[in-house]
């Protein structure tokens, strides 16, 4: 089984706590594990891409980062809580 990076890590703790439906779900279909890696991956490449488009207007690598982590951040880790 690969390992989580710190976003996987970042997404299970939250989705523990704020999705706990969805992760009983995931868990009972034995997909939580491809489901966190799945939004690692989407979140590196989306990040790398931002963090490209970013420099190119001028802020500096840690300022590009910061700002694709803060555009990215919510559409796979840091979901919205279940109702």
């Known amino acids: ?13 939250h989705w523990r706590e704020f999705l706990p439906k969805m992760v009983r779900e995931l868990e009972a279909t034995s997909r ?3 489901m966190l890696l799945e939004a690692e991956e989407k979140t590196k490449d ?17 300022q590009a980062h910061r700002q694709a982590w803060e555009m ?10 279940e109702e």
């Open 46 to 62: 989306e990040m790398a891409s931002l963090r490209i488009q970013l420099t190119k207007q001028g802020l500096t690598a840690d």
């Open 1 to 13: 089984m690969t390992p989580l990076t710190q976003y996987g890590k970042m997404a299970e703790n």
């Open 72 to 81: 990215v951040r919510e559409k796979y880790i840091l979901l919205p809580p």
């Open 32 to 34: 939580l594990h491809e």
